[in-house]
């Protein structure tokens, strides 16, 4: 059973304001990424970390930013949100060998009006 | 720039029914093609990774077959059931370290 958590689940919040995104696993993982998915469309790399104090872009351009101070912590934050930043945001973890599976929280449906 | 592409986008069946989704990706240099179950509004559970030197990975009624050369993997359920009613997507690991190109997906639905 995978144990990675993603809060909030919901998020509606108007334009300008600063959010957080918090996930968190207690696998040890060293590996930890973002993705953002739109509905009816696929899942898009954002920023992924392969261990404290390690973060790279994906390949989907993003004006959010990331940090990984401790190996079970990857908030996500989007200093000034806009409209055109509501979507899905799914949170991952794998463990160090590239072949093991991946595991995702359950996601954050960002709104933003 | 790796590009997966499923096919059907959706699919309804009747229960009992065996099935394969399919899925083809440009880029053959992969490390690894993974299946992924997704629920509405719900995060990704993994269902089956093929690694690279893998021809098929099998779990319950579950099989998944890779073919890197022809840039395709195919996901077999067997007797399916109303339960396996979900979106299946897969993705291919291109660059190693589990960055994932994904596909669109195939939303089943398994009627009684």
Redesign the interface.
Known sequence: E?DIY?TPRYLVIGTGKKITLECSQTMGHD?M?W?QQDP??????IH?S?GVNSTEK??LSSESTVSRIRTEHFPLTLESARPSHTSQY?C?S?GRD??????????T?LSVL | KQE?TQIPAALSVPEGENLVLNCSFTDSAI??L?W?RQDP??????LL?I?SSQREQTSGRLNASLDKSSGRSTLYIAASQPGDSATY?C?A?TG??????????TQLKVEL
């Open positions: 995978a993603q590996k990424y993705y009816g469309m696929e899942l898009h790399l992924y392969y994906g390949d799914l991952a794998g590239a072949y093991e599976k991946l595991f995702f929280g359950s996601g449906q | 997966v490390y690894n993974q992924f509004g719900k995060g990704l559970t993994s990774l690694q997507l993705a690991d190693g370290g589990n960055k994932l190109t994904f596909g669109t997906g």
